[in-house]
Antibody, heavy 125, light 108 residues
Framework: EVQLVESGGGLIQPGGSLRLSCVAS????????MHWARQVPGKGLVWVAQ????????NYADSVRGRFVISRDNAKDTMYLQMNGLRAEDTAVYYC??????????????????WGQGTQVTVSS | EIVLTQSPGTMSLSPGERVTLSCRAS???????LAWYQQSPGQPPSLLMY???SRATGIPDRFSGSGSGTDFTLTISALEPEDFAVYYC?????????FGQGTNLEIK
């Protein structure tokens, strides 16, 4: 069974930094693209960032580009989200999600499955 | 950015009823990379459908998806008590990946 476990969330003041971690098990981590998504409780889902299986390709939502950095360590089966310059509007539950695979040079099956349980990030003074 | 609009926002239904949820995209999804997720209270979302019409592993066949281009639907043939939840569509056809605002199925 694939499991994704996030950690690193908490209460942080505006302008501060946090690093989220996601430890994966039950899969060949280095074979999959990965994502971070977020959700304000009671609200909808928002994609945040994506990283390729080898870590060489990253993509970000406009709302976080330049402030957040996604990375991974395939030797540790772990993905990270470094969040800098945090704002009140970044307050949300952050989910780690498995994405697709590279097949003959193309990304396929990049739907989100499974999702971790999430970690709460609260930005407030 | 592709905007997904789900309708209706909330539906009040009874167990055993058939329901169809709609998801409309602001631009055509050239590869029909449209997924549906179910989210129960206090839980993360879980994948139901991908590629518009393929059921995820372990999803019962009362769930079906259809559509192409800009118009997609998720149908539940006969609602079970555990199906009352929020449903989101998502396009992973082009970046940035986007979600609809959700449809809440509540028990009448």
């Amino acid at each position: 069974e694939v499991q994704l476990v996030e950690s690193g969330g908490g209460l942080i003041q505006p302008g501060g930094s946090l690093r989220l971690s996601c430890v994966a098990s039950g899969l060949t981590f280095s074979s999959y693209w990965m994502h971070w998504a977020r959700q304000v409780p009671g609200k909808g889902l928002v994609w945040v960032a994506q990283i390729s299986d080898d870590g060489k390709v990253t993509n970000y939502a406009d709302s976080v580009r330049g402030r957040f950095v996604i990375s991974r360590d395939n030797a540790k089966d772990t993905m990270y989200l470094q969040m800098n310059g945090l704002r009140a509007e970044d307050t949300a539950v952050y989910y780690c999600v498995r994405g697709g695979r590279t097949v003959r040079g193309l990304l396929v099956g990049d739907y989100f499955d499974p999702w971790g349980q999430g970690t709460q990030v609260t930005v407030s003074s | 950015e592709i905007v997904l609009t789900q309708s209706p926002g909330t539906m009040s239904l009874s167990p055993g009823e058939r329901v169809t949820l709609s998801c409309r995209a602001s631009q055509s999804l050239s590869r029909n990379y449209l997924a549906w997720y179910q989210q129960s209270p206090g839980q993360p979302p879980s994948l139901l459908m991908y590629g518009a019409s393929s059921r995820a592993t372990g999803i019962p066949d009362r769930f079906s998806g259809s559509g192409s281009g800009t118009d997609f639907t998720l149908t539940i043939s006969a609602l079970e008590p555990e199906d009352f939840a929020v449903y989101y569509c998502q396009q992973y056809d082009s970046s940035p990946y986007t979600f609809g605002q959700g449809t809440n199925l509540e028990i009448k």
